[in-house]
């Protein structure tokens, strides 16, 4: 299974920017796909996630800034940053979960994208 992401780059403070994910290879079931971040020296976080059933949640810190949403191709995830901030600048990875066939939970994550947010 490949993950593979697109969309990060440098923005100034208040811009946007897409990030896309597409997935890929012997996928059984996805459960639910989404967006994690690692800033340096900081653990990696919860962006976004996005449940097969259509639930989304948020981190606090992006509610009303940032929209997830499932493309109209299977395993596709895209995710829309609005109103960037400084604090925003991280490394970005699509995350999915897939559940196969004797319901065993499979995590595969990409390899990353990165977003820069300065003046």
């Known amino acids: 299974v490949q993950l593979v992401e697109s969309g990060g780059g440098l923005v100034q403070p208040g811009e946007s920017l897409r990030l896309s994910c597409v997935g890929s290879?012997?996928?059984?079931?996805?459960?639910?796909m989404g967006w994690y971040r690692q800033a340096p020296g900081k653990q990696r976080e919860l962006v976004a996630k996005?449940?097969?059933?259509?639930?989304?949640s948020y981190a606090d810190s992006v509610k009303g800034r940032f929209t997830i949403s499932r493309g109209s191709t299977q395993n596709t995830v895209y995710l829309d940053m609005n109103s960037l901030k400084p604090e925003d600048t991280a490394v970005y990875y699509c995350h999915l979960e897939d559940v196969d066939y004797s319901d065993d939970v499979q995590e595969y994550w990409g390899q990353g994208t990165q977003v820069t947010v300065s003046a």
């Open positions: 996005l449940t097969s059933r259509g639930i989304s």
């Open positions: 290879g012997p996928i059984f079931t996805t459960t639910e």
